[in-house]
């Protein structure tokens, strides 16, 4: 279909508008947040005076300042907006200034003390598990029986993974705008993946009906998950200075309280062990998954059971216990981060099949390839695999890119012995898709023909620079029958559509898109009807392509802004509101089971790391892929979501490295301690795209979002290859990211055999 990213050229030129590229509104105050020096404690006084004092401070908010509620909690209620005496985490919000200028209110917030009487903070999920300190009860995902899967084992085997979390660095940092409307209403511009999850918070803590509350957006510089959940706080800060003072209001994160502040992607500690017949094939597998919440539940409940569901990756494995569970640590409260738990989930399977294939000498794809799903496979979950494509992927990138090949190019390049080591890893995926809470699988779309036939188009997906725009656009066009240039669309607006659900899951496009079908199929049916009526012919026998009406498929003198007027005049509604559910879902959290996902989205990828062995520093080769796309509704964008995504899950798996302290204090607190990979980093993609139809969805095409990160995951084990080619008894244990510090070490340090 579409070759285009409607919004390049406005970005290319500087044009788009972020929430403050819009010029303030006359009299905009604007606010900063005052976050806590400890990780945990009790407020025991916050001293504002000096603060005050400053010629253009407006206000100094605190708990008691807020008139509704003070709870932002999406998930569950255990998160105050302001902390109003107990504080969980360094950077904890505890008061707002609101001054004249942002710099001003920045000068003012470091003259707030804030004074908490500490205690020992919990950074570690185990210590925090066996504290008892949960977020919720622990969930085991469980099939097959375990105890028998590992008594007919040849081999058993244990160890243990950390794995390290990953900031969302979005281009653009948390803001939001506030700006108070008559009758005590508020309009807020939001930087945010989900307007209603922002209009119930504002609402709650305003003490207001949401309908008093418009959350509006027109686009995120990134989201990646961390506006999913984590824009609510700063727009409710926006809205409280706004209500309180009458002022519009802003707040815009500097990007150093954004690192500090909020909240990434989980780290999680883990524990496996896995049971193989002497050929490779999986018997049983349990696994321990500690994920590090941090202070608040946030997301993580919701994440952790995405954990869960992609325990087990794209293998079948006939005998399953999975355990996860949500330890509270002092820490920022982690939120959604692409991929939202699942490429933990498969790392831990992944480092299990690293340790098979050390432990019986099998080359580690060949045991991915024995183990992969099949048609008609029955996951831990108790979902049934439909169009399984694990297979197809695998071979089909075996195949075309010559596996085999690179594997003999690997080892001849190692015999050389020279100053470089190579290691080749296949990463395969499997991805569910849906909201795996089932109610949030809904979308609306608010369609406008004008008299003039250019089209609006109101949906419940925020345009974060997937393209989601460009591909409802699209859809909106190619279903009309008109050019695509004819279909603007509108902000994302909770006056527009209501009950939105976030635009996450990568699922955006699949249930936007689909109501967007819904609306077009209402107005082009009445717009057809009146065609028909005015050429008396059967409504049957006339459509609408390329902007003409067509009859009996020849071109009539009926042209699309002919016949919009006509419908004007003769008083035809061409507006429409559409409405789509995904059906066929159902998940009982009580016995675990169900179909929580329309469809799986699938995928194979091969990587070749060369290490330095002097140094430990590395580079990859071009990435191979054999992605399964779905038919593309807009290829570029779809392309550049594979080698965004890609990009995204290699950089987590290899050089982003959050520190903290044993305080609890993040060390990697700035762009120069936190190492994202960039343009020179960044191997080629080379991906071949299996195009498929996928029923049900709009034109066939899939969800592409967030599948293609995990392929990062094959960077950590290619890598781990190259250093064990150069040193066999490698001390590795899998700890991620790979940095080239801990490629270095592992170069030069070996085993102990007690260690795993
Ligand atoms: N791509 C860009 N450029 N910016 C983003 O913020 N977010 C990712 C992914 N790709 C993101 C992105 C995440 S976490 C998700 S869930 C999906 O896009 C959301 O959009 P979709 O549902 O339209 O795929
Ligand atoms: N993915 C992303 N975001 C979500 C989900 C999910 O499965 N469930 C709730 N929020
Ligand atoms: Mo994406 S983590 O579902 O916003």
């Given at each position: 279909?579409?070759?285009?990213?409607?919004?390049?050229?406005?970005?290319?030129?500087?044009?788009?508008?972020?929430?403050?590229?819009?010029p303030?509104?006359?009299?905009?105050?604007?606010?900063?947040?005052?976050?806590?020096?400890?990780?945990?404690?009790?407020?025991?006084?916050?001293?504002?005076?000096?603060?005050r004092?400053?010629?253009g401070?407006?206000?100094?908010?605190?708990?008691?300042?807020?008139?509704?509620?003070?709870?932002?909690?999406?998930?569950?209620?255990?998160?105050?907006?302001?902390?109003?005496?107990?504080?969980?985490?360094?950077?904890?919000?505890?008061?707002v200034?609101?001054?004249?200028?942002?710099?001003?209110?920045?000068?003012?917030?470091a003259?707030?003390?804030?004074?908490?009487?500490?205690?020992?903070?919990?950074?570690?999920?185990?210590?925090?598990?066996?504290?008892?300190?949960?977020?919720?009860?622990?969930?085991?995902?469980?099939?097959?029986?375990?105890?028998?899967?590992?008594?007919?084992?040849?081999?058993?085997?244990?160890?243990?993974?950390?794995?390290?979390?990953q900031?969302?660095?979005?281009?653009?940092?948390?803001?939001?705008?506030?700006?108070?409307?008559?009758?005590?209403?508020?309009?807020?511009?939001?930087?945010?993946?989900?307007?209603?999850?922002?209009?119930k918070?504002?609402?709650?803590?305003?003490?207001?009906?949401?309908?008093?509350?418009?959350?509006?957006?027109?686009?995120?510089?990134?989201?990646?998950?961390?506006?999913?959940?984590?824009?609510?706080?700063?727009?409710?800060?926006?809205a409280?200075?706004?209500?309180?003072?009458?002022?519009?209001?802003?707040?815009?994160?500097?990007?150093?309280?954004?690192?500090?502040?909020?909240?990434?992607?989980?780290?999680?500690?883990?524990?496996?062990?896995?049971?193989?017949?002497?050929?490779?094939?999986?018997?049983?597998?349990?696994?321990?998954?500690?994920?590090?919440?941090?202070?608040?539940?946030?997301?993580s409940?919701?994440?952790?059971?995405?954990?869960?569901?992609?325990?087990?990756?794209?293998?079948?494995?006939?005998?399953?216990?999975?355990?996860?569970?949500c330890?509270?640590?002092?820490?920022?409260?982690?939120?959604a981060f692409?991929?939202?738990?699942?490429?933990?989930?498969?790392?831990?399977?992944?480092?299990?099949?690293?340790?098979?294939?050390?432990?019986?000498?099998?080359?580690?794809?060949?045991?991915?390839?024995?183990?992969?799903?099949?048609?008609?496979?029955?996951?831990?979950?108790?979902?049934?695999?439909?169009?399984?494509?694990?297979?197809?992927?695998?071979?089909?990138?075996?195949?075309?890119?010559?596996?085999?090949?690179?594997?003999?190019?690997?080892?001849?390049?190692?015999?050389?012995?020279?100053?470089?080591?190579?290691?080749?890893?296949?990463?395969?995926?499997?991805?569910?898709?849906?909201?795996?809470?089932?109610?949030?699988?809904?979308?609306?779309?608010?369609?406008?023909?004008?008299?003039?036939?250019?089209?609006?188009?109101?949906?419940?997906?925020?345009?974060?620079?997937?393209?989601?725009?460009?591909?409802?656009?699209?859809?909106?066009?190619?279903?009309?029958?008109?050019?695509?240039?004819?279909?603007?669309l509108?902000?994302?607006?909770?006056?527009?559509?209501?009950?939105?659900?976030?635009?996450?899951?990568?699922?955006?496009?699949?249930?936007?898109?689909?109501?967007?079908?819904?609306?077009?199929?209402?107005?082009?049916?009445?717009?057809?009807?009146?065609?028909?009526?005015?050429?008396?012919?059967?409504?049957?026998?006339?459509?609408?392509?390329?902007?003409?009406?067509?009859?009996?498929?020849?071109?009539?003198d009926?042209?699309?802004?002919?016949?919009?007027?006509?419908?004007?005049?003769?008083?035809?509604?061409?507006?429409?509101?559409?409405?789509?559910?995904?059906?066929?879902?159902?998940?009982?959290?009580?016995?675990?089971?169900?179909?929580?996902?329309?469809?799986?989205?699938?995928?194979?990828?091969?990587?070749?790391?060369?290490?330095?062995?002097?140094?430990?520093?590395?580079?990859?080769?071009?990435?191979?892929v054999?992605?399964?796309?779905?038919?593309?509704?807009?290829?570029?964008?779809?392309?550049?979501?594979?080698?965004?995504?890609?990009?995204?899950?290699?950089?987590?798996?290899?050089?982003?490295e959050?520190?903290?302290?044993?305080?609890?204090?993040?060390?990697?607190?700035?762009?120069?301690t936190?190492?994202?990979?960039?343009?020179?980093?960044?191997?080629?993609?080379?991906?071949?795209?299996?195009?498929?139809?996928?029923?049900?969805?709009?034109?066939?095409?899939?969800?592409?979002?967030?599948?293609?990160?995990?392929?990062?995951?094959?960077?950590?084990?290619?890598?781990?290859?190259?250093?064990?080619?150069?040193?066999?008894?490698?001390?590795?244990?899998?700890?991620?990211?790979?940095?080239?510090?801990?490629?270095?070490?592992?170069?030069?340090?070996?085993?102990?055999?007690?260690?795993?």
């Amino acid at each position: 279909m579409s070759r285009r990213h409607y919004d390049a050229v406005d970005h290319v030129r500087g044009t788009s508008q972020y929430i403050d590229d819009v010029p303030p509104p006359v009299g905009t105050l604007y606010a900063t947040v005052v976050g806590s020096p400890q990780a945990k404690g009790s407020i025991r006084a916050i001293e504002t005076a000096e603060a005050r004092a400053l010629p253009g401070v407006h206000a100094i908010l605190r708990a008691r300042d807020i008139p509704g509620q003070n709870q932002i909690g999406a998930l569950l209620p255990d998160e105050e907006l302001l902390a109003s005496t107990e504080v969980a985490y360094i950077g904890h919000p505890v008061a707002v200034v609101v001054a004249e200028s942002q710099e001003l209110a920045r000068r003012a917030a470091a003259l707030v003390q804030v004074q908490v009487d500490p205690e020992p903070p919990i950074v570690d999920p185990r210590e925090a598990f066996e504290r008892g300190e949960l977020i919720a009860p622990a969930r085991t995902f469980a099939c097959g029986d375990i105890d028998q899967g590992f008594s007919k084992a040849d081999v058993v085997l244990r160890g243990t993974c950390e794995i390290a979390g990953q900031e969302h660095l979005y281009l653009e940092t948390q803001r939001a705008r506030a700006v108070p409307q008559e009758g005590g209403a508020i309009r807020v511009a939001s930087s945010t993946q989900s307007p209603y999850a922002v209009q119930k918070a504002v609402a709650r803590v305003l003490g207001l009906p949401n309908h008093r509350v418009e959350v509006d957006v027109r686009r995120l510089g990134g989201g990646f998950g961390g506006k999913e959940d984590q824009a609510t706080a700063w727009a409710c800060v926006a809205a409280l200075a706004a209500h309180q003072l009458d002022r519009p209001v802003q707040i815009v994160l500097h990007r150093l309280e954004d690192l500090q502040m909020t909240g990434k992607r989980h780290p999680y500690s883990a524990d496996y062990e896995i049971g193989l017949s002497s050929d490779g094939t999986i018997l049983a597998y349990r696994a321990v998954l500690y994920q590090n919440s941090g202070a608040r539940a946030d997301l993580s409940t919701a994440v952790l059971e995405r954990s869960l569901f992609h325990a087990t990756n794209a293998y079948r494995v006939p005998n399953v216990q999975v355990t996860a569970a949500c330890c509270r640590t002092n820490l920022q409260p982690h939120t959604a981060f692409r991929g939202f738990g699942g490429p933990q989930g498969m790392f831990v399977i992944e480092a299990a099949l690293a340790h098979a294939s050390d432990h019986l000498g099998i080359p580690r794809h060949v045991i991915q390839r024995r183990n992969l799903i099949r048609e008609g496979d029955v996951t831990p979950y108790g979902q049934p695999m439909v169009r399984a494509r694990g297979e197809r992927c695998f071979d089909e990138l075996a195949e075309a890119f010559d596996l085999e090949g690179m594997v003999s190019s690997v080892k001849a390049h190692n015999d050389q012995r020279g100053p470089t080591r190579r290691g080749l890893a296949v990463m395969p995926i499997c991805f569910g898709i849906s909201f795996t809470k089932t109610f949030l699988n809904q979308a609306g779309a608010l369609l406008h023909v004008y008299g003039d036939g250019s089209v609006g188009l109101s949906t419940g997906g925020v345009e974060m620079g997937q393209g989601v725009n460009s591909k409802l656009r699209d859809i909106a066009s190619q279903a009309l029958g008109i050019r695509g240039e004819r279909v603007r669309l509108e902000s994302t607006n909770t006056t527009r559509v209501a009950n939105m659900s976030p635009s996450a899951a990568s699922a955006t496009t699949d249930l936007n898109g689909n109501a967007t079908l819904e609306a077009v199929r209402q107005v082009r049916g009445r717009l057809l009807a009146l065609a028909a009526e005015r050429l008396g012919a059967e409504v049957s026998r006339v459509d609408l392509i390329d902007e003409v009406v067509t009859l009996d498929g020849s071109p009539t003198d009926w042209s699309w802004t002919r016949l919009v007027s006509e419908a004007y005049f003769a008083r035809v509604d061409l507006s429409a509101h559409g409405f789509y559910a995904t059906p066929d879902l159902n998940f009982d959290t009580n016995t675990e089971t169900g179909n929580p996902f329309a469809y799986h989205v699938w995928g194979a990828s091969v990587f070749v790391a060369e290490v330095d062995v002097r140094r430990g520093t590395y580079t990859f080769e071009p990435i191979c892929v054999v992605h399964d796309l779905g038919r593309s509704i807009n290829p570029v964008v779809d392309i550049g979501q594979i080698e965004g995504g890609l990009a995204q899950g290699i950089g987590w798996m290899t050089l982003e490295e959050l520190a903290y302290d044993d305080q609890g204090r993040l060390l990697s607190r700035a762009l120069s301690t936190y190492k994202a990979p960039d343009g020179d980093f960044m191997p080629e993609v080379r991906a071949r795209l299996i195009e498929d139809d996928n029923p049900g969805m709009p034109y066939g095409s899939k969800a592409v979002g967030e599948p293609p990160l995990m392929y990062g995951i094959g960077a950590y084990f290619a890598l781990r290859e190259a250093v064990r080619a150069f040193n066999p008894t490698a001390r590795l244990p899998f700890h991620a990211p790979m940095t080239p510090e801990r490629v270095l070490m592992g170069l030069y340090e070996t085993e102990d055999p007690e260690d795993r």
